[in-house]
């Protein structure tokens, strides 16, 4: 296999990812009205984790076989593959990490909490009328602790 075929498959792989992500967009809900729109108002604070949640996990198992495919695939190049198996490695690491620090903010008396991580910034949401500056301290030094990145953004939802 040569380069021009090596990255004309990369090129697809990118492609399939980006249609995963853009058909997750597209199947969600386009419009409401006002009826609704005033009804999930109050149950969007209760459910906020939960679709948040959701949607996170859709969007990690539309993503993972895409990449499994990629590092699989017998006719790619070895540096396409390499590079496919690590951003697979990273998404299940930053899927784990995630989901672990949920647990262990559920293990410090938060009701519930969202963690989202993008590249080298982490978003943290928890359930609460409001944090102080120790337990924000805390939570960073949680997420610090699981993940290594510095950059934490935490907020909080009733």
Do not use: H, W
């Not at 859709?58 to 495919?69: F, G, I, R």
Request: proline share 2%; glycine share 4%.
């Amino acid at each position: 296999m040569n380069r021009k075929q090596a990255f004309i498959i990369a090129t697809l792989l990118v492609l399939i990812v980006c249609a995963g992500i853009l058909a997750t967009k597209v199947n969600s809900p386009l419009y409401t009205d006002a009826g609704e729109l005033t009804q999930t108002t109050d149950a969007s604070k209760e459910d906020f984790f939960t679709a948040s949640k959701l949607k996170r996990d859709n969007e990690y198992n539309s993503l993972v076989p895409t990449y499994q495919a990629g590092a699989a695939d017998p006719e790619a190049d070895k540096d396409a593959k390499a590079a496919m198996s690590k951003k697979l490695q990273q998404i299940t690491d930053n899927n784990q990490n995630e989901k672990k620090i949920e647990t262990q903010l559920k293990g410090k008396g938060y009701a519930d909490s969202f963690c989202q991580i993008n590249d080298e910034k982490v978003s943290v949401y928890v359930k609460a009328e409001k944090i102080t500056a120790k337990e924000a301290a805390d939570i960073k030094n949680l997420v610090l602790g699981i993940t290594k990145i510095k950059d934490v953004e935490i907020s909080f939802k009733q």
